[in-house]
């Protein structure tokens, strides 16, 4: 199946580029449904995939909210009021949402659960009940009180947020913004048609419209506002995401460029020379820090006490060169993308 989305010249000028935090959220959480590890993201989901289904947080309503394919529900992605949201003012606006919005998704949620379950059965040539004609119990209660029941979305977010996504938030935003800026590059050098040709296999411009191949559900002006959202993703890959909200304008999220080198360890070059002004046992405990770790497995990697790691950690955290998120009865710490820069190798000045 193939749709197109018609662009006049207003719709040209209102296209722009934003990072969001919330289609990280909600593509991160369709990937970890897959029963195997994804290729490009198996050290992530090999780390965060127990944390999640330790907090239940796999049979939650995330769960429900965001099914293994197929439609998502819209309110999960609110159109980001600037190019780089927090997460903070995406859930604000979720917050927001009208109920007659989040009914809406839901009916829609509900139909294609509907098809799914009625084509299974079709399939197997069963005649028992249509166990997709209902809603469960929990789609149910935020069908009847969304503005009450809102809430609970927004704190299973942030629960996942702080689990899966916001120790690796920093390597994470720097590939989503250096997308944004070499394709906002590129249009100034080659013009909008271009980049959006070169988004993704399945996207191509011509003759004023974009058109998208091989997709179930059609994306077309008249189901959209003006303009156009480009959303690069870390987690969308292979496929684009689309979004389409009338009056505001259609989203598509496109995997970002360099995913490949996302989870591949950092060297540190310069660790040497970071180690003459912080000290040796800050600089190890930076480099150890490539994947987020707790106070006792950086004790047992480095070789130091669990009181000398906190001690360090606390520096190291005023700094800004550390963050730290709870998981569980434990604490991770993650590197900053300030202290990335830091272990950086710079070019001698000849």
């Not at 000398?308 to 569980?328: D, E, F, W």
């Not at 830091?342 to 000849?350: A, F, G, H, N, R």
Request: aromatic share 6%.
């Amino acid at each position: 199946m193939e749709s197109g989305l018609s662009f006049s010249a207003a719709d040209l000028a209102q296209t722009r580029f934003a990072v969001s935090p919330m289609w990280e959220v909600v593509t991160s959480f369709r990937l970890l449904r897959e029963p195997d590890d994804p290729p490009l993201h198996r050290r992530w989901a090999a780390q965060v995939r127990p944390r999640v289904t330790g907090a239940g947080l796999d049979r939650g309503w995330l769960a429900e909210l965001i099914p293994g394919h197929g439609y998502l529900a819209d309110f999960l992605n609110p159109t980001p009021a600037t190019p780089f949201p927090t997460l903070a003012a995406e859930l604000d606006a979720i917050r927001a949402s009208t109920p007659a919005q989040v009914r809406r998704d839901l009916d829609i949620l509900h139909a294609k659960d509907a098809k799914d379950a009625r084509d299974a059965k079709d399939a197997r040539g069963a005649k028992g009940p249509g166990v997709g004609h209902r809603l469960s119990p929990r789609l149910r209660l935020l069908y009847e009180a969304p503005e009450q029941v809102l809430e609970k979305v927004v704190a299973e977010i942030e629960a996942y947020w702080e689990l899966a996504l916001a120790p690796y938030w920093a390597r994470i935003r720097q590939l989503l913004e250096a997308d944004v800026f070499h394709r906002a590059r590129q249009v100034a050098e080659h013009g909008s048609a271009r980049v959006l040709s070169e988004l993704h296999e399945t996207v191509r411009w011509d003759d004023g419209t974009l058109h998208l191949v091989r997709r179930h559900c059609a994306l077309t002006r008249d189901k959209a506002g003006s303009g156009l959202l480009l959303v690069p993703s870390a987690f969308a890959w292979p496929r684009v995401l689309t979004r389409a909200v009338a009056p505001e304008p259609p989203q598509l999220a496109y995997p970002a460029r360099g995913i490949g080198n996302l989870w591949a360890p950092r060297t540190s070059a310069a660790a040497d020379a970071v180690a003459a002004v912080l000290g040796r046992s800050r600089t190890l405990l930076l480099t150890e820090l490539d994947t987020p770790a707790s106070t006792t497995q950086l004790a047992a990697h480095c070789g130091l006490s669990a009181a000398a790691v906190s001690q360090h950690l606390t520096a190291l955290r005023g700094a800004g060169l550390v963050t730290a998120h709870r998981s569980g009865r434990s604490v991770l710490y993650a590197r900053t993308s300030v202290a990335d820069t830091l272990l950086s190798p710079t070019e001698e000045l000849v």
